[in-house]
């Protein structure tokens, strides 16, 4: 089945600063790659995703950039902020399912 | 504002009780997921159902049944708990069975002693 990781799995990054997480995954045939926000105490909540036929996708703060010959796929936030402080987790489709990474804990430091 | 209920957010249960978990969404989406969450493991899939009665197997099926009565509800079952089987269970439900966004509830974190 489709192994998915995600680095790292704990990120602290000071308020202003940029945070970078990276997801790979095994499986070529996958065609969308999503990522998902949790906060404490909430359910995730899709933030950003992308397609296989685009490279990169932004949305005010955050962006997605894809490398489908690499097989991994990155979350960018810039100008991070507290409120970012969560639990992000890709969750690259395969097959008619997510498969959901480890997730990685993100802290902003004020 | 879309919107999945779980009915209860924490439970606390005894080895080989009977456990029911309920989600409702109030979207009309066809599709409806139950994932299990433990730290380091992401969430992984138990059960999804795509239309009224019919449900599929995800992942980690075993000890876990689900009931899919009416659209907007799915049940998961827990038929005799077990101490492994503690974690936290979160329910989505989707327009679009795949690439579509999966809403989630707030989950119901379950100790089975």
């Known amino acids: 089945g489709e192994n998915v990781e995600q680095h790292p799995s704990t990120l602290s990054v000071q308020e202003g600063d940029s945070a970078v997480i990276k997801c790979t995954y095994s499986d070529s045939a996958s065609n969308y790659f999503p990522w998902y926000k949790q906060e404490l105490g909430k359910g995730p909540q899709l933030i950003i995703d992308i397609r296989s036929n685009v490279g990169e996708k932004k949305d005010q703060r955050i962006a997605v950039t894809l490398n489908k010959t690499a097989k991994h796929f990155s979350l960018h936030i810039t100008e991070t902020q507290p409120e970012d402080s969560a639990v992000y987790f890709c969750a690259p489709l395969w097959g008619q399912n997510f498969v959901f990474g480890p997730g990685t804990r993100l802290s902003v430091l004020p | 504002d879309v919107k999945v209920t779980q009915s209860s957010r924490y439970l606390v249960k005894r080895t080989g009780e009977k456990v029911f978990l309920e989600c409702v969404q109030d979207m009309d989406h066809e599709n409806m997921f139950w994932y299990r969450q433990d730290p380091g493991l992401g969430l992984r899939l138990i059960y999804f159902?795509?239309?009224?009665?019919?449900?599929e197997k995800g992942d980690i099926p075993e000890g876990y049944s689900v009931s899919r009565e009416k659209k907007e509800r799915f049940s998961l079952i827990l038929e005799s708990a077990s101490t492994n089987q503690t974690s936290m269970y979160l329910c989505a439900s989707s327009f679009h069975i795949s690439t579509g966004e999966l809403f989630f509830g707030e989950g119901s974190r379950l100790t089975v002693l």
């Open positions: 159902s795509y239309d009224v009665k019919m449900k």
